[in-house]
């Protein structure tokens, strides 16, 4: 076991630079050759972009890199509890497309939280927007921090500078180039990311013996796990919460963020906008996946000799699990580790170049047209507001460096705000009972629910899989797995930005109760979603009068069963009067059939 860091090659650093040179030079591109004279133009990239480019760009901004260093992590310590997560990342794009996208392109709005207003009111729009500028701002810092741990993981470089060298490029081309600069660089850093985990997946495809090799030591060590079917919220992984933690945060990504429905608002109309969101869903299941291979593909090469264990920790995380393997593993092939580097260079500055988009497009959209009516918001104040925002999260990534384990910390922050979010876009677009102040006692009630569960509750233990720490040169294939032993949580510090602590058994026994953060966005959503409806239900009856909702506020699917069933109501109603004067018929004639008898007969 060597701890020692890599010194990266020539090549390694020229790959490096050209990552950050090339992202540079498309905002630079796109500042001389567009015009840029209005908001739509800047912002919205003039509503005239191609279907593909958005759909890279809807995968490279919602796959940051915390998913590309956590998750295979998480694989590492937990098995693939996490792949199923993909269920939820299919379902959930497919939903919100027909649902909330054809209300934004019926509302003409420029943002996702203009049509809150519209359906709601003032303070509706304002609140969820502050809700999404502070999710966006800590989660960007986390991904800026995550490529910035990497780096300092495996070179020299100190984390500093690796956080001031991707912000200010990252800023530089967001300021610059607007959103076809931000879509354009997303298109070229979704190649660099699958580029970086095709290497590290061939590598250790070569090292391993192939595929089958891989999967067969993996379930021999416990990895290759399916979530238990329960709705106990205490289990830490159970299908139920990792499938609807997968749904909850892709529908409130594709239906109520503004980076992802800023990207689908560059197209032209409907149908495209569609396209776009179904031709993402593979790449985000691919990417996912890939990340959860080079989980067990680290697994498979430490088994025997676990880094975070091990007499000369080399690592302090698991997060640097896989900047750790890159330099195991590909230090003797000049190029491959500054790809891998660039890779996860990329996953960070697609999310945080969208970040800064949509952050300045809620600020100008959202709170200063509305609060400062007579101000006349130009495209170089949005440019003055991008680069305000581009030293914010950098200045926020060095508070987010304490948190801790990426994943965890990743989805407590959507889950804060994740599963309020879509609670209020389905309320807006599937109800019309809901109102403003229903809706705010939702969304505050399910706020403070989700804090408490996020930060109050004692963590519970979760013990991570069997390793070995017999660090001796590594061991054949043939090795026995009777070496694997349970890992003493008491007894080792190395696992502190993990999800579990070193409380012993005993003390965790007194605990009354432990919830699992997976669950976490998902009660904060049924919160919102229970409190908002049956709180505007009461408000509209003390009120005494309906709440009115236009047809173009709902979703069509909303509007079309009602319809359905009120025209089969009319066609039943028409089929019994029908019955009813067919029947009326029949006993006039009748009548006159048995007049004339009796006519007849009295002649006679």
Not at 333 to 358: D, E, H, K, R, V
Request: charged fraction near 10%; hydrophobic fraction near 45%; charge should be neutral.
């Amino acid at each position: 076991m060597r701890n020692e860091k890599l010194i990266l090659s020539a090549v390694d650093y020229i790959l490096l630079g050209a990552t950050l040179c090339v992202s540079s030079g498309i905002g630079l591109y796109f500042q001389l050759t567009s015009k840029k004279k209005t908001n739509e133009e800047y912002l919205l990239a003039g509503k005239d972009m191609s279907v593909l480019p958005v759909a890279f760009s809807l995968m490279a901004s919602f796959m940051s890199s915390t998913t590309f260093m956590g998750i295979p992590a998480e694989m590492y310590l937990y098995g693939t509890n996490m792949t199923f997560m993909n269920l939820g990342f299919i379902i959930g794009p497919i939903i919100s497309s027909y649902i909330f996208l054809p209300i934004f392109f019926a509302n003409d709005v420029s943002t996702a939280y203009e049509y809150l207003e519209k359906r709601f009111g003032k303070t509706v729009r304002r609140l969820i927007s502050a809700m999404f500028a502070f999710q966006t701002l800590l989660f960007t810092a986390a991904s800026l921090y995550a490529p910035a741990l990497a780096l300092s993981a495996v070179t020299n470089l100190s984390m500093m500078m690796s956080v001031i060298v991707l912000g200010v490029v990252c800023t530089f081309y967001c300021t610059l180039g607007g959103m076809k600069a931000v879509l354009w660089t997303d298109v070229f850093q979704a190649i660099l990311m699958f580029a970086a985990l095709f290497a590290i997946m061939i590598k250790g495809l070569l090292l391993l013996g192939g595929i089958r090799n891989i999967f067969e030591i993996s379930n021999a060590g416990g990895r290759l796990i399916i979530p238990r079917f329960t709705l106990d919220l205490e289990v830490h992984y159970s299908m139920f919460n990792v499938f609807a933690q997968g749904m909850i945060i892709t529908m409130s990504e594709y239906a109520g963020s503004q980076t992802q429905v800023q990207r689908l608002r560059t197209l032209k109309n409907l149908n495209k906008s569609r396209l776009a969101t179904f031709l993402s869903i593979p790449m985000l299941v691919f990417f996912q996946l890939f990340c959860c291979f080079c989980g067990l593909i680290i697994y498979v090469y430490f088994r025997f000799c676990d880094p975070l264990t091990s007499s000369d920790s080399p690592i302090e995380s698991a997060d640097q699990l896989l900047p750790y393997f890159i330099t195991r593993t590909l230090s003797d092939l000049p190029g491959l580790p500054g790809l891998c580097i660039c890779g996860i260079f990329s996953a960070s500055l697609s999310t945080i170049s969208s970040a800064i988009n949509s952050l300045t497009s809620v600020t100008s959209e959202d709170f200063l047209k509305p609060i400062f009516p007579s101000l006349n918001v130009t495209v170089f104040h949005n440019k003055i507001i991008s680069l305000m925002f581009g030293a914010l999260c950098m200045g926020v990534t060095f508070l987010i460096a304490s948190l801790g384990h990426l994943v965890k910390m990743s989805i407590i922050i959507v889950g804060l705000v994740g599963g309020p979010n879509l609670a209020v876009f389905l309320l807006a677009a599937c109800t019309t009972t809901t109102n403003e102040e229903g809706v705010i006692l939702g969304i505050l009630v399910s706020l403070t629910l989700a804090a408490y569960l996020s930060f109050v509750p004692n963590s519970k233990p979760y013990p991570v899989l069997p390793f070995s720490n017999d660090c001796t040169p590594l061991h054949t294939e043939e090795t026995n797995f009777t070496t694997f032993s349970n890992l003493s949580l008491s007894s080792t510090n190395f696992y502190s930005n993990t999800t579990f602590t070193s409380t012993s058994t005993s003390e965790t026994e007194d605990v009354s109760f432990n919830l699992s953060y997976m669950w976490i966005s998902t009660l904060a959503f049924v919160a919102c979603l229970i409190v908002g409806y049956f709180g505007s239900w009461i408000i509209s009856c003390c009120r005494g009068k309906p709440n009115e909702v236009p047809e173009i506020y709902l979703s069509p699917i909303r509007i079309k069963f009602p319809r359905k069933c009120l025209n089969a109501k009319k066609q039943k109603g028409k089929t019994k009067a029908s019955n009813v004067e067919i029947s009326k018929q029949s006993c006039e004639l009748s009548t006159i059939n048995f007049t004339d008898k009796s006519q007849t007969e009295t002649h006679l």
